[in-house]
Nanobody
Framework: VQLVESGGGMVQPGGSLRLSCAAS????????MSWVRQAPGKGPEWVSA????????YYADSVKGRFTISRDNAKNTLYLQMNSLKPEDTAIYYC??????????WGQGTQVTVSS
């Protein structure tokens, strides 16, 4: 089983990034999927989730209206479009197979740094 995140980097406040998470080794389309982030010195924070078919999405209040989660089951890939980024969005972003704090698999994470 592998979840491989990509697309992180450094961006100025107000900028955008698109994270991807490529899944393999399990039936991606059967799993609700989530993004979780961890900022330096803080605990994990759930960011967003999407159901198996992609028709239902959920967001933390801190990112609502700025981030968009999506998935392509044909490509076994999860996405997170992040717009209007703020310094407080700086964190390692992880994709996880599962929802509501119950995750079966985790990726290795991708660093997002928002700084001027």
């Amino acid at each position: 089983v592998q979840l491989v995140e990509s697309g992180g980097g450094m961006v100025q406040p107000g900028g955008s990034l698109r994270l991807s998470c490529a899944a393999s080794g399990f039936t991606f389309s059967s799993y609700d999927m989530s993004w979780v982030r961890q900022a330096p010195g803080k605990g994990p924070e759930w960011v967003s989730a999407i159901n198996t078919g992609g028709g239902s999405t959920y967001y933390a209040d801190s990112v609502k209206g700025r981030f968009t989660i999506s998935r392509d089951n044909a490509k076994n890939t999860l996405y997170l479009q992040m717009n209007s980024l703020k310094p407080e969005d700086t964190a390692i972003y992880y994709c996880a197979a599962g929802i509501s704090g119950s995750y079966d698999y985790w990726g290795q994470g991708t660093q997002v740094t928002v700084s001027s």
